[in-house]
């Protein structure tokens, strides 16, 4: 089966590391992840920028490796980005700004990669959001 995953919470949210541990189950019984889409806070779970204290789980790092780990295809909607600071080398240098805080694996892309995402996959699961 295929999935695409929709993440709309923060890493420091319960239901990102749901999301995670879903995705990590997906994988192990042999399913297919055709996309993991970041959206609304969930953009901030693929900034490089965040730092999780001593004592609890950096659920961002563990997305990036598992991301990289499975050469998946991990999309970030720039909208919600820019609107929440997330940005590449190259929406840096666009709106000139002195912080670059997202990079591989991560991808900078519109809505309508969430709108294929949904077309290609058997089953669109989403977690958190209001």
Not at 53 to 81: G, K
Request: proline share 4%.
């Amino acid at each position: 089966m295929k999935f695409a995953i929709a993440v709309f919470s923060p890493a420091h949210a319960p239901s990102s590391r749901r999301a995670l541990r879903f995705a990590e189950a997906v994988l192990d019984g042999g399913h297919q992840i055709t996309r993991l889409f970041f959206y609304q806070d969930g953009v901030h779970s693929t900034s490089n920028s965040i730092v999780f204290p001593q004592d609890e789980r950096d659920v961002a790092a563990q997305w990036r490796t598992f991301v990289s780990d499975h050469h998946l295809d991990a999309v970030v909607c720039i909208a919600a980005a820019l609107r929440r600071g997330v940005l590449d080398e190259a929406e840096a240098n666009r709106y000139q700004r002195p912080a670059v805080n997202l990079s591989e694996p991560w991808e900078l892309s519109g809505l309508g990669q969430l709108h294929e995402a949904a077309q290609v996959a058997d089953r669109l699961v989403c977690f958190g959001g209001d």
